[in-house]
Structure formats: C-alpha cells, structure tokens
C-alpha cells in the first residue's frame, strides 16, 4: 500500500504565501505523476498542478502565482503559493500516480487533504 501525507496548510492573510508538501511512503518504484487538486465548499475538486519526470502542468488561472516542484528522492512534492487570494480558500489534496513495480501499471492514490483558508 502507498500513503500520502500531507503538511503545510493553515491560516494566512491576502498576499500571503504558503508552501505545502506531501511525502509518498510505503510500496513505491516510481512516482510518475504527482500533483495537487483542490476543493472548495460546494465546488467540485480541480487540477492545481502536477509534474511528471519531464514537464509541469498548471490550472490556467493559477499560473504565474503557484509552483510545483518534486524531490524524487524523498518521493514528495511540493506546492508554493504566491499572493494568495480569498478564492484560494480550500481543502488541498495531493495526488500521485504510482508504480509499485518496474514495467507495471500506475495506480492513483491520494492524500487525506489539507485546508488552507485566505482571510485577513
């Protein structure tokens, strides 16, 4: 089994920042893709970012104030957000696809999520 564990979320103001990370432990070959979704109340969860080897790929609308980064070698990603706004406000969630065994397939697992609330 693979867990994921989220950190780093909490209370900041307008303009804040905030940097979340999400260590994968447990039965891992390799992370292929891991990113971030959020959910706000009564909205249905969205792609923040993810990153694969290779490439990165971000909401639109968050470009240019969030950056994801990944450490291989801790099996953790990273979520650095800038300037935060009030609409930023949301329950963040990790993600990861994992291979558990070299030429097998990926699985989707997910972190428990984190809030992070944007108030002054």
């Known amino acids: 089994q693979v867990q994921l564990v989220e950190s780093g979320g909490g209370l900041v103001q307008p303009g804040g920042s905030l940097r979340l990370s999400c260590r994968s432990s447990g039965n891992i070959f390799s992370p292929v893709v891991m990113g971030w979704y959020r959910q706000a109340p009564g909205e249905q969860r969205e792609l923040v970012a993810d990153?694969?080897?290779?490439?990165?790929n971000y909401a639109d609308s968050l470009k240019g104030r969030f950056t994801i980064a990944r450490d291989n070698a801790k099996n953790t990603v990273y979520l650095q957000m800038n300037s935060l706004k009030s609409e930023d406000t949301a329950v963040y969630y990790c993600?990861?696809?994992?291979?558990?065994?070299?030429?097998?397939?990926?699985?989707?697992?997910w972190g428990q999520g984190i809030q992070v609330t944007v108030s002054s």
């Open positions: 990153i694969s080897i290779s490439s990165t």
């Open positions: 993600s990861a696809d994992i291979r558990s065994v070299r030429g097998g397939p990926t699985s989707r697992y």
